[in-house]
Structures are given as C-alpha cells and as structure tokens.
C-alpha cells in the first residue's frame, strides 16, 4: 500500500505555511541550525511588498503566506509536531516538518523576474 498523502490531515493553509516553513529552512538569511539535532530555526520571516514577497529566487504570492502571521496556524503546526512555535517572530522546524512532503512546492514559490 502506498504511503498517505498528508498523513497528518493538514488543512490547505496549514500546508501551505508549512512549505514555506521548509523554503524558509533552506536560505541562510532566515535559517540557523537548531539547538537539536535535525531541526532548523526559521526566524527574519519575510514581509509582502505588493501582491507578493521573494524567498530567495522564488517569488511567493502574499495570498499563499497568510498563514506565515496566522497563531492558528502556528498552533495547529506546532500541536502535530512539525513546529515549536516562538509566534510571531520564529519557529523551530522539527525533524518532522522538515521532512513532511506537502506537494506544494511547485505550485507556491514561482521564479522571479525582478
């Protein structure tokens, strides 16, 4: 049997949020290693300039970030174990979320041409 898609039943902003989480992970401007082994802290959380903001070379559409200022969000992640929140200003990205396949990779952080 295949493995579940979204085995942990993230709702779509949720996931969302979490993607970023994982973008955020990977560029040196807003990632430090965590304290724990497998984590990375995600602090310097960007800000929409327009319709949009850049993670790197990505451009992400602010729509698809609001869960980026949501404590809802933050709560929901952090309750199943992908975050330790720190909300609003940085979060701990666990062993968990960063391995956590959301499929929105593609669909969230388009090249930029600015």
């Known amino acids: 049997m295949p493995p579940k898609k979204n085995p942990l039943n993230l709702n779509p902003l949720q996931l969302k949020t979490l993607t970023l989480f994982q973008a955020l992970a990977k560029l ?7 304290d724990e082994p497998g984590t990375v802290r ?24 609001s869960g980026l200022a949501n ?7 952090e ?20 391995g956590y396949e959301t499929g929105l990779g593609g ?7 600015h």
Do not use: C, M, Q
């Open 28 to 34: 040196p401007d807003h990632a430090k290693t965590g």
């Open 79 to 98: 309750r199943k174990g992908l975050i330790r929140s720190a909300f609003p200003y940085e979060a701990l990205l666990t062993a968990d979320g960063l």
């Open 107 to 113: 669909s969230l952080l388009h090249g930029a041409n």
């Open 71 to 77: 404590p809802a969000v933050w709560v929901a992640l």
């Open 42 to 65: 995600i602090g310097n959380l960007p800000h929409p300039h327009g319709d949009h903001f850049h993670l790197g070379g990505a451009a992400v559409a602010a729509r698809d970030a």
